[in-house]
């Protein structure tokens, strides 16, 4: 029995939500997908929209990567670790973006679901995965707690860009 082998209803729940809601994410780009877009609200879209897919990819490929009859833990380990240095450099390139795009002026909120809870979501997976030869128990929780805080961040964004859209948006052109 390996150290993950009580992870697997975790996983699977996990993994499935990723994925749903990764579907459900491109229902809603289709169903606003008629509304006019500008150079700056395509800009606003790759620091705001494009992320919350990037976070429901990682969710759903860390449950793939947890899910894996791996013999010990190390390949896995590696892997998420990858993943967890990853979204530390596109965390960063998400800020650049933010900062850049002049369709929408971003608030604390802003800051805090797009660029400083997933950052620390994917520093703690990278510190997870360094831990893991030493202390694998505390390492899989922080796998586990880094995959839940970029869903839950992934559903918040989903939320906020789709009230946005039918509320700030569509009561501008209407």
Sequence with gaps: MTATAGWENFYVIVGSSAGALIGLQFVVITLI???PIGESTAQASSAFATPT????VV?????AIMSVPWQGVGAAAVLWGLVGLAGVVYEIIVARRMRAQSAYKPVFEDWLFHVLLP???YLTLAASACAARSNIRAALFGAAASALVLLFVGIHNAWDAVTFHVFVRRARRG
């Excluded at 897919?53 to 429901?56: A, L, S």
């Design 33 to 35: 997908a008629d509304m």
């Design 53 to 56: 897919i990037v976070h429901f």
């Design 59 to 63: 969710v759903l490929t860390l449950s």
């Design 119 to 121: 950052l620390a979501a």
